[in-house]
Structure formats: C-alpha cells, structure tokens
C-alpha cells in the first residue's frame, strides 16, 4: 500500500519538477521571450485595476531624451561606430564564422543578397562565388564562400589573423600573372 501511494506522490512531484524545468528553458529570466504584459491584459489584470498601475509605463519626461536600456553590455561608442571600407582600394573584409549563430545564412547573403556595383559572381551549382573589385582582379571578401576553406575548417580568431594575409598575398600574385599574361599575349609568328 504504501510504495502505491508513494508512486501517486512521485508522479505529480515530477511532473512539477518537469514543467518548472520547461517554463524556465522557454522562459528564462531576464529575458522578454515570455512578456505577460503584452496589449492584452490576463485574467488577474482583467479583474484587478491595481495591476494597471503596476505594469504601466511612466510617462516620457519631454525635459530629456528617451533612455535607451540593453541587457547587453556595448557601450554607446561600440553602438555608434563608423567603418570605412574601401571596396576599391586594398580593404579585405573577413568573415568569421562562429557556429550555430546564423553564420551560414549570413555568408551566403554577403555573396548573393548586396547590392554592389559589380556584384559577386555566383555561378549555380558552384559553392563558391567570384568576389572582385570593381575593375580589378581582386577579392575584397574573406569567406568560406568565396575563398572556401583558405584557412581550415571554421577557422577562429586566431587563425585566421596568421593565414589571411598569406592566403591573400598568394592570391593576389596568381591573379597579377594571370592578368600579365592576358595583356601581353604571345606574338605568334
């Protein structure tokens, strides 16, 4: 009699743990995956107007600007950042892959999706695309998909700051001849 009751008591017990386990996987704290306090108001809101007042935003001040918070930790300068790139001089962007982040989606719209003035070649079948300068025979773009695995597979930070100036210069010396050699052909006599 008593190891039933004991598995009547153990089954809702885990269950319990289990679902508490969940909520907090699909719900964890500090996040707003999970914000009840959407347009729509609950049952316990419906009923009480005291919740209004709890869950209320306070009224903008117009005296100062809206304060943006983050959970993250950029400061505003990290924010408000300005690159130059020069897709016509010598600037090489590189992409670091960091797995599962959205990298792979994110290479392929670097190579397919921008819109450049002379954009990546892609041809279909292939899974490298030709990335060139503008009126050169240079890549500007460092990626799996338009130089491949130069530098290994998922290369991190590190290698990749040592392999991608070699990998680069050797390129750029095969693409040179290449290039000499289409202008000046052979006399043929």
């Given at each position: 009699m008593e190891e039933k009751f004991s598995r009547l008591i153990f089954i809702p017990i885990a269950a319990v743990i289990f679902l508490m386990i969940g909520?907090?996987?699909?719900c964890p704290a500090d996040s707003n995956t999970?914000?009840?306090r959407g347009h729509e108001k609950g049952l316990v809101q419906q009923r009480l107007p005291a919740f209004d007042s709890l869950y209320s935003e306070p009224e903008p001040d117009e005296d100062f600007p809206a304060k943006i918070t983050s959970k993250f930790n950029f400061t505003e300068r990290d924010l408000d950042r300005h690159v130059d790139f020069n897709i016509r001089g010598d600037d090489v962007?590189?992409?670091l892959h960091i797995q599962k982040t959205g990298g792979t989606t994110f290479g392929r719209h670097l190579v397919k999706n921008i819109q450049l003035e002379q954009p990546c070649d892609c041809m279909s079948g292939q899974r490298k695309c030709t990335c060139h300068r503008p009126g050169k025979a240079e890549s500007w773009l460092?990626?799996?998909f338009s130089t491949g695995w130069?530098?290994?597979l998922h290369?991190?930070?590190?290698?990749l700051t040592s392999c991608v100036p070699v990998v680069m210069n050797k390129k750029d010396k095969k693409n040179a001849q290449k290039s000499k050699k289409n202008r000046n052909p052979a006399k043929v006599c």
């Amino acid at each position: 009699m008593e190891e039933k009751f004991s598995r009547l008591i153990f089954i809702p017990i885990a269950a319990v743990i289990f679902l508490m386990i969940g909520y907090q996987y699909v719900c964890p704290a500090d996040s707003n995956t999970c914000n009840f306090r959407g347009h729509e108001k609950g049952l316990v809101q419906q009923r009480l107007p005291a919740f209004d007042s709890l869950y209320s935003e306070p009224e903008p001040d117009e005296d100062f600007p809206a304060k943006i918070t983050s959970k993250f930790n950029f400061t505003e300068r990290d924010l408000d950042r300005h690159v130059d790139f020069n897709i016509r001089g010598d600037d090489v962007m590189v992409f670091l892959h960091i797995q599962k982040t959205g990298g792979t989606t994110f290479g392929r719209h670097l190579v397919k999706n921008i819109q450049l003035e002379q954009p990546c070649d892609c041809m279909s079948g292939q899974r490298k695309c030709t990335c060139h300068r503008p009126g050169k025979a240079e890549s500007w773009l460092f990626s799996r998909f338009s130089t491949g695995w130069s530098c290994g597979l998922h290369a991190d930070w590190t290698e990749l700051t040592s392999c991608v100036p070699v990998v680069m210069n050797k390129k750029d010396k095969k693409n040179a001849q290449k290039s000499k050699k289409n202008r000046n052909p052979a006399k043929v006599c």
